[in-house]
């Protein structure tokens, strides 16, 4: 089956435009997950759904960052007002149940200039 | 705050060699992982470490976990160039009522040179 799709692959900004990435994880998994990796970095958690419900959302660096998954399955991670420092490459992940393992996307990068 | 420390930041190796590259993390783990991620790619799933003593192979890798010692090793056997990669391990803990997430290391830069 297909494993977890991200879109756009590659998004470019400039500074103070809105974009919305999008996720569609692994049909069935409950669990829906979003990291942030800075270049050089490893990946860091965002936020996490279990079906609809954002159970987690700790990580979300600022207030312009918002996530929803409003049916349980895909899932649109929205920066508002993009600044330089949200530059980075942003994976979703999918399991099928809590702490089962994770599969992740091939990752939307973006560059806000 | 759970931390997760690797090293080394960067290893170059020859082929042939054996390596070994060290996780440590701060707090009870529920599981580890080791992820390989090649340049411009996604993580892809090596080993997947559940309890202590716990030891897993593929190939020239193989990953151990002492979880008293909150330490994971990914050893490497006899290096050769398709091993170059940037290698992740990952702690999974679960939190109350909001369920699990993965704390990354920082990675290690692995280059296999002839």
């Known amino acids: 089956g297909a494993g977890v799709s991200q879109s756009p692959r590659y998004k470019v900004a400039k500074r103070g435009q809105d974009v919305a990435l999008r996720c569609d994880p692994i049909s069935g998994h409950v669990s829906l997950f979003w990291y942030q990796q800075a270049l050089g970095q490893g990946p860091e958690f965002l936020t996490y759904?279990?079906?609809?419900?954002?159970?987690?959302k700790s990580g979300l660096p600022s207030d312009r960052f918002f996530a929803e998954r409003p049916e349980g399955s895909v899932s649109t991670l929205k920066i508002q007002r993009t600044q330089q420092e949200d530059s980075a490459v942003y994976l979703c992940?999918?399991?099928?149940?809590?702490?089962?393992?994770?599969?992740f996307g091939p990752g939307t990068r973006l560059t806000v200039l | 705050e759970l931390k997760v420390e690797q090293n080394p930041l960067f290893l170059s190796m020859q082929e042939g060699k054996n390596y070994t590259i060290y996780c440590n993390y701060s707090t009870t783990s529920d599981r580890l992982y080791w992820y390989r991620q090649d340049p411009g790619k996604s993580l892809e799933s090596l080993f997947v470490l559940l309890s202590n003593g716990a030891v897993k192979q593929e190939g020239r890798l193989m990953a151990s976990l002492d979880t008293k010692a909150r330490l994971s090793t990914l050893h490497i056997t006899a290096a050769v160039h398709d091993l170059s990669a940037t290698y992740f391990c990952?702690?999974?803990?679960?939190?109350?009522?909001?369920?699990?997430?993965?704390?990354f290391g920082t990675g290690t830069r692995l280059a296999v040179r002839p």
């Open positions: 759904f279990q079906n609809e419900a954002q159970l987690d």
């Open positions: 992940a999918s399991s099928a149940l809590t702490l089962g393992e994770q599969f």
């Open positions: 990952a702690v999974d803990v679960i939190y109350e009522s909001s369920g699990d997430k993965l704390t």
